[in-house]
């Protein structure tokens, strides 16, 4: 039995990387893109349906995406939180310290999905946190997702 251990742990990880994508999108496309301008260990980018929340496309760890950070308003949240919030028209750009003294930030941002002319993906928002020790401001996340939205085919 111990041989399938290893194995099913990669069937596990396969699987979690089949994130769906919104229709008529490359996954793999839209996924290098986000990559390219946000990516690191300790990102979450989620694109939801607007209105409904439903999740069509994941960049990052499901374990980052669930984690529970400061929300610089003095409670809480997770990019899962918060993409629930951004399919009922959140919008913002923030960030604060996330470790005693500065030494980590988080920054979050979240808004509409801004899609090509012809797009069929439909009404889109997205959701991003990242937190570390080079974290970006939540308005720089902002503004390098939209041009990675648009350029992954969106």
Request: aromatic fraction near 4%; charged fraction near 25%.
């Amino acid at each position: 039995m111990r041989p399938l251990l290893p194995l099913l742990g990669l069937t596990a990880v396969m699987l979690a990387a089949c994130e769906p994508a919104p229709k008529g999108v490359d996954g793999q496309t839209l996924l290098d893109e986000v990559a390219r301008v946000v990516g690191d260990p300790n990102t979450c980018v989620l694109i939801v349906e607007q209105e409904t929340g439903k999740k069509t496309f994941q960049y990052g760890d499901p374990s980052a995406c669930i984690r529970k950070l400061p929300d610089c308003n003095g409670g809480t949240l997770s990019t899962t939180d918060l993409a629930d919030l951004a399919a009922k028209g959140d919008d913002r750009a923030i960030s604060c310290d996330s470790a005693p003294e500065g030494a980590r930030t988080v920054a979050w941002a979240t808004g509409p999905v801004e899609t090509s002319p012809g797009s069929k993906a439909g009404k889109l928002a997205y959701a991003a946190m990242m937190e570390g020790e080079r974290a970006l401001p939540g308005r720089e996340i902002k503004a390098r997702l939209g041009p990675a939205f648009r350029r992954g085919g969106l």
